[in-house]
């Protein structure tokens, strides 16, 4: 059974940061995508980053590239989400999720239907 555990929200300022981990066991996810989603109050789910299972190709929503940097420690089993230059806007639960092909052949997965596995969720609040 595959876990994903997510840590590291909280209340932070505008224009401050924080870096979301998210730990995964039951699996090991070196052969996988990660990717990285939230939802706002009132909102649907929407995508944030994702990295490719070879770690060599990440992608952003355009409402956080050059703010959010996603990375991934196979070792560790662990994706990260580094959190910059922080808005209001990016108040949300931020979800990571494990890839549903092993070894996709191509771009990464940026839709939530192309993800298996799915953590609990840690809160972000950035107050202005």
């Known amino acids: 059974q595959v876990e994903l555990v997510e840590s590291g929200g909280g209340l932070v300022q505008a224009g401050g940061s924080l870096r979301l981990s998210c730990a995964a066991s039951?699996?090991?996810?070196?052969?996988?995508?990660l990717g990285w989603f939230r939802q706002g109050p009132g909102n649907e789910r929407e995508f944030v980053a994702a990295?490719?299972?070879?770690?060599?190709?990440?992608f952003y929503a355009t409402s956080v590239k050059g703010r959010f940097t996603i990375s991934r420690d196979n070792a560790k089993n662990t994706v990260y989400l580094q959190m910059d230059s922080l808005k209001p806007e990016d108040t949300a639960v931020y979800y990571c999720?494990?890839?549903?092909?092993?070894?996709?052949?191509?771009?990464?997965?940026?839709?939530?239907?192309?993800?298996?596995?799915w953590g609990q969720g840690t809160q972000v609040t950035v107050s202005s």
């Open positions: 999720a494990l890839d549903r092909l092993r070894r996709r052949v191509g771009v990464v997965a940026t839709t939530g239907d192309e993800y298996a596995y």
């Open positions: 039951g699996r090991s996810f070196s052969a996988y995508g």
């Open positions: 990295v490719h299972w070879n770690g060599g190709n990440m």
